[in-house]
């Protein structure tokens, strides 16, 4: 199994340790060449207006969901793939949910707590400029912060709104594994 990490924006190496602290290859996905014999990607966290741009520019948005590659969305990379982003589309909709970028708040709101995971148990989470969850459709709620939710999933997708490869724990990467 091979994992790959778009390598546009967001800590891109912290994720990529993460899964090779499991022992799973990983490597950065710059192109759509770098997609070739990949169980699943990681978008991760930054400014979704620019990676989104990008992946289009370089035909890796349509790549992934040619290749119906199951995708954990981290902060930023949540908004890409929702079905919903304040009345637009992601690009990668392949979460049904809805939600509202900067949620929480500027770069001042950010802020870090514990959350409970259905499957993992505690687990720190790190709000960055997060996205706020509006609406789940199909899918399961994982984690909720404030009665909101926080981590959902749908398929082998994941959605989260913080970012779980902050301090370097690796249970979200490796449930994300577990689904592939």
């Known amino acids: 199994m091979e994992v790959g990490v778009l390598d546009i924006q967001g800590d891109v190496s912290e994720h990529i340790n993460i899964f090779e602290s499991l022992g799973v290859k990983a490597k950065k996905v710059r192109r759509?060449?770098?997609?070739?014999?990949?169980?699943?990607?990681v978008i991760p966290g930054g400014e979704s207006t620019v990676i989104g741009r990008i992946m289009l520019e370089r035909g890796i948005s349509i790549e992934i969901l040619e290749k119906e590659l199951p995708v954990m969305?981290?902060?930023?990379?949540?908004?890409?793939?929702?079905?919903?982003?304040?009345?637009?589309?992601?690009?990668?909709?392949?979460?049904?949910?809805?939600?509202?970028?900067?949620?929480?708040?500027?770069?001042?709101?950010?802020?870090?707590?514990d959350l409970?995971?259905?499957?993992?148990?505690?687990?720190?989470?790190?709000?960055?400029?997060?996205?706020?969850?509006?609406?789940?459709?199909?899918?399961?709620?994982?984690a909720s912060y404030k009665n909101e939710a926080v981590m959902v999933s749908e398929g082998k997708n994941l959605g989260l709104t913080f970012h779980p490869e902050i301090y370097g724990d690796?249970?979200?990467?490796?449930?994300?594994l577990d689904r592939l």
């Not at 759509?32 to 990607?41: F, K, M, R, V, Y």
């Not at 499957?119 to 994982?142: D, Q, S, T, W, Y």
Request: hydrophobic fraction near 40%; charged fraction near 25%; charge should be positive.
């Open 32 to 41: 759509t060449a770098d997609l070739e014999n990949l169980s699943g990607i």
């Open 73 to 113: 969305g981290t902060c930023a990379g949540l908004i890409l793939i929702s079905k919903d982003v304040e009345g637009r589309q992601g690009i990668l909709p392949l979460l049904d949910i809805s939600l509202k970028r900067n949620g929480y708040g500027s770069q001042r709101e950010s802020f870090e707590t």
């Open 170 to 176: 690796s249970k979200i990467h490796k449930l994300f």
């Open 116 to 142: 409970v995971i259905n499957g993992i148990g505690r687990f720190r989470g790190v709000f960055i400029r997060a996205p706020r969850i509006i609406k789940v459709g199909k899918g399961e709620v994982l």
